[in-house]
Antibody
Framework: EVQLVESGGGLVQPGGSLRLSCAAS????????MSWVRQAPGKGLEWVSV???????YYADSVKGRFTISRDNSKNTLYLQMNSLRAEDTAVYYCARDDPWGDYFDYWGQGTLVTVSS | QSALTQPASVSGSPGQSITISCTGTSSDVGSYNLVSWYQQHPGKAPKLMIY???KRPSGVSNRFSGSKSGNTASLTISGLQAEDEADYYCCSYAGSSTLWVFGGGTKLTVL
């Protein structure tokens, strides 16, 4: 059974950093495209970043240069390092598995809340 | 402002059919057959309901169907049931620069 469990969210001050983790089971993270999608309180979904099975990474313009997606194959875990956080980064962050061709998101975690506030 | 435009809300009575539209541009919905739809109940993770415009994942009811015409995709739910009450989001591939764009979401109320 495919499972994704996010952790690492919390309250952080503007300008601060946070690292989110997404522990996967039931499949191999390194063999799949993996994405982060966020949802600000009461708002819609926003794609944030993807890491391809080959290691290429891509980011939404809103986080480019501040966020870094990575994975640890030995731990079968996906990460999102978030630096220079802003109030507008406040959201629930979901990790999601892309289908084998990267055409849609077939499994999602339950999300972890990141609050950026002083 | 979301990249794809959805109605904020739709409603229907049990047994009826509803359609949710998702309007994009020639750079996303109009260029790729990579539109997907997600259902989200309050406080829960999104769930894939439709992919590649009109395909249903295993386990999703055949009451859910998708289509696309030009720059607009649509999700139709027939035989509405109380459990269908949720938020629905469309998503489209938007090319190698932007990658993925979502709609703002539509709240479905089953009267």
């Amino acid at each position: 059974e495919v499972q994704l469990v996010e952790s690492g969210g919390g309250l952080v001050q503007p300008g601060g950093s946070l690292r989110l983790s997404c522990a996967a089971s039931g499949f191999t993270v390194s063999s799949n495209y993996m994405s982060w999608v966020r949802q600000a309180p009461g708002k819609g979904l926003e794609w944030v970043s993807v890491i391809y099975s080959g290691g290429s990474t891509y980011y939404a313009d809103s986080v480019k240069g501040r966020f870094t997606i990575s994975r640890d194959n030995s731990k079968n875990t996906l990460y999102l390092q978030m630096n220079s956080l802003r109030a507008e980064d406040t959201a629930v962050y979901y990790c999601a598995r892309d289908d084998p061709w990267g055409d849609y998101f077939d499994y999602w975690g339950q999300g972890t809340l990141v609050t950026v506030s002083s | 402002q979301s990249a794809l435009t959805q109605p904020a809300s739709v409603s229907g009575s049990p047994g009826q059919s509803i359609t949710i539209s998702c309007t994009g541009t020639s750079s996303d919905v109009g260029s790729y057959n990579l539109v997907s739809w997600y259902q989200q109940h309050p406080g829960k993770a999104p769930k894939l309901m439709i992919y590649e415009v009109s395909k249903r994942p295993s386990g999703v009811s055949n009451r859910f169907s998708g289509s696309k015409s030009g720059n607009t995709a649509s999700l139709t739910i027939s035989g509405l049931q109380a459990e269908d009450e949720a938020d629905y989001y469309c998503c489209s591939y938007a090319g190698s620069s932007t990658l993925w764009v979502f709609g703002g979401g539509t709240k479905l109320t089953v009267l």
